[in-house]
């Protein structure tokens, strides 16, 4: 081996404890970008390739009955490449041992053939036979929830009537990858399931033989969807058309772009962040690292080594911690990914997972970082390159100190002579002891952002379903019903109060914005549903105009004052202009609300509701729910607790899996770098302080002249950390903002005191290994040889 | 004057000067200087006279304020960094005042740093045996003493059998009998391989082995005395 190399090995092995921090740090934020890289390219790649294998439709319609002859015409409409029309049925299921509600979504399938739209994967057992009326297919999910086998028996009430179903397969469908039940935010698979029957045996039990009441359309192309759009509401409005839509507002797709989103988002964010971070700290050290071979440098030149050989002898100094680095970071990040996007696949329904490296991706990573390491590494060379060997070889000349600040402001009585030689060290190196504070900093901050979610998400629950919902369950109808049915939900066993509500499908448009949405009637001085305001108070519906989310608001542009036009989307389908009144502080879903009275005037209808928000004596809720399975109109159920509960099942399966990685690597990167920062000036001064030691001072005095510096410093940076982390909280929770919910920008005390407590602990162990250090400080070996 | 020699190096009025901040150290004034080749010349001078800063200029390890300094007839001053690193690389051989050694390389190795890239050297380790250091070729320069470190520096200067051996106070740390030996490693070199040497020194009995004896004096030559007669090293009393 060549000296050169021996050389390389030799000071790699010295500097092995630095050398392993760079590379921890490196791996972390290489595993955070293939990590979420590979999981977006995996769920957008398997969305693309389901949508395109099992033929997902681009236009879908709701109406309430139409004749199957208005398929033909549907079919001749421009633009329109396939028609499949489809009976749709809210149930109610019964599955053997399960007391609490459970609403179903009954689908038609063709009987003796494939869809041409939406098509079935069929993940176990058969489809139902053509000539039987009792055979159904569930959807996966529901089916796992309830373990449910082929041959299991349903009970299921359709329209009022009893049936019994024999399960004969499970499958999955492009059109519920997300599977939610209509109202509710977050998956429930014990509580709500998609079911699939022949068109015959469902237009038998439905009442709906030779008709049809949902349709989906797909397009020759994509850009045709607008006037297919038009085309079908006037072709449906007649049979009760609920308005016709695209993609974007089927609830699955919506939902999954919503967290395609978020998730390219967190794609976005962290690892830049913590890429940036990494390669930062590899920029920093390494030019550090480098400037301290100035002499070195200055030797193998006058040897006759040139520039070159002595850059490359660096390179792969630097090579070899960023490729082991990122090797490591890829495998972990690829692991992890794969952990992610399956953890994603609980609630995006998928028959199968594109998941791979992709080269790109691993590529791109190995770049950054080195550029980021090549880059201080060139920057340092280049300093000691400009230098003639004769003066790069020289030692450098005693620094020139100058009095501090607070010496000139005639205060050093305060001022030990240790604690003078600390500041006067920093003064001297402004540039170097601003890098290590940002350094520190830069930790404190990525602490912050990995940890801050956790408190939101409790701030959110409370805010949404203790003060906003406070209802115990919510019901809905599968029709808007007449008002007598609270008569009717009165007198059912534990109910103590009914409030009522009427909801509509409506575009909402405000000059070139429009935005699909529901309208909520509400009766003033509801207290299971309450609006809030801003600040969080009870907000009073007002008896003219509509109050609207605060984000949608935003969304459309509009404020108090204003004038929207509601263009209703059900019946006569009547269009109004209706002034906005206020906003309501939402961090869940979107809507807009007026008063009851006024919606049902404005539908041009009796007083009609759509469900029904109830409070219940706990000891009767099984009794309830059994006698509400009975009641025909009723469509659904949700219990408010268990809407809680999926809330943060959801939450914590993804987000806080997320979380849980993003805090552990922003430990590891805040000891790596203030690790780094203390080895480095253990380094750079260890011939001052063993000069020190050889004058008399005890160990305890340099240790507190090196770590008293780098106390110093963190205790600078903590404050500037939490600054850098509610920059960052505020890009992430600015960013993640949807229709689906809104993360508030809520730092808990907690956030500020983990990351400030993870800081000084990094402080604390850093200056410990290097006090371990400085205390078997070789003082005749720093002081005989020079480097 | 010995003109009918080849003449090696060349300097015509050279100057360097130091900026430091405000005040600037004048550490060369114009000096005129001639080395030929294959000779031995010491350069005699108190501290701070200027002699490190001209060996300096001598190996191309930095570069005069003004003036010119010639090897073989061209000008240093034209050489752009490559061409200087191959002047170092290929002829001039260097020992430090401050010995500079890789602390991470032992003494083998710090001297086949050297011999690696040099056209036709000795082995390390027949280096090493040169200055005694035949049982120390594994240990790292922390982990040997002053004058050893120094003995490394010479193996590694001469070992590449350069035409030009630039030593700076050599002996500076090395008791008589060791200096002797190193001197004699230094003047064999010097005597088979016509290496032209110029070491700095401030022990004048060195400087009977020399040639000719160049003696600075605050940034100038003050005198060069020439020996009739070279003395041997190990003649030499100190
Ligand atoms: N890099 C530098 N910056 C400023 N002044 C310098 C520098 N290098 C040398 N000098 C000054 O130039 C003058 C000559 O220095 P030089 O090192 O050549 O002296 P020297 O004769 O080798 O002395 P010594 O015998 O002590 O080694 C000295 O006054 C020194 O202070
Ligand atoms: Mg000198």
């Known amino acids: 081996m060549k000296a050169l190399d021996r050389k390389l090995w030799r000071e790699l092995w010295q500097m092995k404890g630095q050398a392993v921090a760079i590379m921890l740090v490196i791996v972390c934020g290489v595993a955070i970008h293939v990590m979420f890289g590979a999981t977006l390219d995996a769920l957008g790649q398997t969305r693309a390739r389901y949508y395109q294998e099992y033929r997902f439709a681009d236009v879908f319609a709701a109406l309430k009955r139409a004749p199957e002859s208005l398929r033909e ?55 139902p036979a053509a000539d039987r009326n009792d055979e159904v297919v569930v959807s996966e999910a529901f089916a796992q929830a309830h373990r449910l086998e082929p041959g299991a028996k349903l009970r299921v009430v359709i329209n009022g009537r009893r049936q019994a179903l024999t399960l004969v397969g499970t499958a999955l469908s492009p059109e519920y990858i997300h599977q939610l039940r209509p109202g509710s935010m977050f998956p429930d698979y014990q509580r709500y399931g998609v079911l699939w029957m022949g068109r015959r045996a469902l237009g038998i039990a439905y009442g709906m033989e030779g008709a049809f009441n949902d349709v989906i359309v797909g397009l020759t192309d994509a850009r045709a969807a607008p006037d297919v759009i038009d085309e079908l509401d006037r ?63 200055g030797t193998l030149k006058a040897f006759g080594y040139g520039n070159g050989a002595i850059a490359l002898h660096y390179l792969k100094l630097v090579l070899v911690v960023v490729l082991v680095g990122v090797a490591v970071g890829v495998f972990a990040g690829a692991g992890l990914g794969r952990r992610l996007a399956e953890l994603y696949t609980m609630f995006f329904r998928f028959p199968f997972l594109d998941y791979r490296l992709t080269f790109q991706l691993v590529f791109g990573a190995m770049l950054l970082n080195l550029g980021g390491a090549m880059a201080g590494t060139a920057f340092a060379l280049r300093a000691a390159f400009a230098l003639r060997p004769a003066e790069a070889m020289r030692p450098e000349q005693p620094a020139r100190y100058r009095a501090t600040v607070i010496e000139r402001l005639g205060l050093q009585r305060l001022l030990s002579q240790p604690n003078r030689m600390i500041l006067r060290h920093i003064e001297r190196r402004p540039l170097k002891s601003l890098l290590s504070v940002l350094g520190i900093a830069l930790a404190c901050g990525v602490t912050m952002a990995g940890r801050f979610q956790e408190a939101t998400i409790t701030h959110m629950v409370e805010v949404h379903y203790k003060l906003s919902q406070r209802e115990d369950l919510a019901v809905t109808f599968t029709e808007p019903t007449s008002w007598r049915a609270i008569g009717s939900l009165d007198s059912l066993p534990g109910v103590e109060r009914v409030e009522v509500y009427r909801a509509a499908p409506v575009r909402l448009r405000f000059r070139h914005h ?105 000891r009767e809720r099984s009794e309830l729910y059994r006698r509400l399975g009975d009641i025909p109109r009723i469509a659904g159920t949700a219990i408010r607790e268990q809407e809680i509960r999926n809330f943060h099942r959801t939450m914590e399966q993804t987000m806080l899996f997320f979380t849980f990685i993003a805090t552990v690597f922003a430990v590891v990167i805040a000891f790596g770098i203030i690790y780094n920062s203390a080895r480095i000036a253990l380094t750079e001064r260890s011939r001052e302080l063993a000069s020190l030691r050889v004058l008399g001072f005890t160990r305890a005095e340099i240790s507190y002249i090196l770590l008293g510096e780098l106390g110093l410093l963190t205790l600078v940076a903590i404050p500037l950390g939490f600054i850098v982390g509610r920059g960052i909280c505020t890009l992430f929770v600015d960013g993640a903002r949807s229709e689906l919910y809104r993360i508030p920008l809520i730092i808990h005390p907690s956030t500020y005191a983990f990351a400030a407590t993870v800081v000084l602990a990094s402080a604390l162990l850093s200056g410990w290994l290097v006090r371990r250090k400085l205390d078997r400080l070789d003082l005749i070996a720093v002081l005989k040889t020079r480097d | 004057m010995t003109d009918h020699r080849d003449r090696v190096f060349l300097a015509r009025d050279l100057t360097k000067i130091y900026p430091m901040g405000e005040i600037e150290v004048q550490a060369l004034r114009g000096v005129d200087l001639a080395l030929f080749a294959g000779e031995f010349v010491v350069l005699l001078g108190p501290s701070g006279s200027g002699k490190s800063t001209l060996l300096n200029i001598l190996g191309g390890l930095d570069s005069p304020s003004s003036g010119a300094m010639q090897y073989g007839g061209r000008d240093l001053g034209v050489y752009d960094d490559a061409e200087l690193t191959r002047y170092r690389r290929e002829h001039v051989g260097f020992v430090f005042q401050f010995y500079n050694l890789i602390p991470s390389l032992t003494a083998r190795e710090n001297v086949a740093l050297v011999t690696e890239i040099a056209r036709n050297p000795l082995p390390p380790e027949e280096a090493l045996t040169l200055v005694g250091l035949a049982d120390r070729l594994d240990h790292f320069p922390a982990q040997l003493s002053g004058g050893e470190q120094q003995r490394v520096a010479i193996a590694r200067a001469v070992a590449k059998r350069p035409e030009v051996l630039l030593c700076d106070e050599p002996t500076g740390a090395l008791d008589v009998q060791t200096g002797v030996r190193v001197l004699a490693v230094i003047d064999r070199v010097n005597r088979e391989l016509g290496t032209t040497t ?21 940034g100038l030559i003050a005198r060069i005395d020439h020996n009739a007669q070279r003395q041997a090293p190990e003649a030499i009393v100190w």
């Open chain 1, 73 to 127: 015409r549907i079919a001749a409409l421009p633009g329109v490449a396939e028609v499949e029309t489809r009976v749709v049925a809210a149930v109610h299921l019964d599955v053997a041992g399960f007391a609490e509600p459970i609403t179903g979504r009954l689908v038609s399938i063709p009987d003796n053939r494939e869809p041409r739209l939406n098509r079935l994967y069929l993940r176990q057992g058969r489809l």
């Open chain 1, 235 to 297: 072709l449906l409005t007649p049979y009760g058309g609920l308005g016709a839509h695209d993609r974007e507002d089927q609830a699955s797709h919506r939902f999954l772009s919503e967290e395609f989103r978020n998730i390219t988002l967190s794609a976005t964010l962290f690892p830049v962040l913590f890429l940036g971070v990494a390669i930062f700290l590899l920029n920093v050290v390494m030019n550090r690292l480098i400037g301290m071979q100035r002499e070195q440098i």
């Open chain 1, 514 to 618: 429009s935005r699909r949405t529901t309208l909520k009637g509400v009766p003033p001085g509801g207290d299971l549903q309450r609006l809030l305001d801003a600040d969080l108070r009870l907000l009073d519906l007002p008896s003219e105009g509509v109050l609207l989310t605060d984000y949608l608001g935003e969304l459309l542009g509009v404020q108090a004052g204003d004038r929207l036009t509601v263009e209703v989307l059900e019946g006569s389908r009547p269009v109004r202009e209706v002034p906005v009144v206020g906003l309501v502080k939402e961090y869940l879903g979107v809507a807009a609300y007026m008063d009851l009275a006024g919606l049902n005037r404005l539908l041009r209808e009796g007083p009609a509701i759509s469900g029904a928000y109830l409070a219940v004596d706990d």
């Open chain 2, 198 to 218: 110029v070491v700095i020194t401030h022990n004048a009995a060195i400087a009977a082995m020399a040639d000719r004896v160049i003696h600075l004096s605050n």
